[in-house]
């Protein structure tokens, strides 16, 4: 069972940079699609970033350009970059993994088997 760990959450000013840690509780398959998703209550799940097994990055249209997905496989930790956040980027952050037969895409993370229990980000106007 692998146990994902997010810290980095917290508020900042529009305008602000955040960044986000994922680590894992053991070294993974490399095989893994790797990912970030949000929640915000009463909203659907929303997928912003995923990182393939060979390092390909994927975007959500609304933070392409702002965010950043990256990998320290030494460290088993996942990040996000986040840059020139904007209050709807307020929501509860979650990393997720899993081995996906299929292209690993920033929709897909929701879709994602193993999941932390999330860091929240509250960007204020």
């Known amino acids: 069972q692998v146990q994902l760990a997010e810290s980095g959450g917290g508020s900042v000013q529009a305008g602000g940079s955040l960044a986000l840690a994922c680590t894992a509780s053991q070294h993974n398959p490399a095989s893994f699609c790797w990912g970030w998703y949000r929640e915000v209550p009463g909203k659907e799940r929303e997928g912003v970033a995923a990182l393939s097994s060979d390092g390909t990055p994927d975007y959500a249209e609304s933070v392409k350009g702002r965010f950043t997905i990256d990998k320290d496989s030494a460290k088993n930790t996942l990040y996000l970059h986040m840059a020139s956040l904007k209050p709807e980027d307020t929501a509860m952050y979650f990393c997720?993994?899993?081995?996906?037969?299929?292209?690993?895409?920033?929709?897909?993370?929701?879709?994602?088997?193993?999941w932390g229990h999330g860091t929240q980000v509250t960007v204020s106007a």
């Open positions: 997720a993994a899993m081995t996906l037969y299929a292209p690993c895409t920033y929709s897909r993370t929701v879709e994602l088997a193993f």
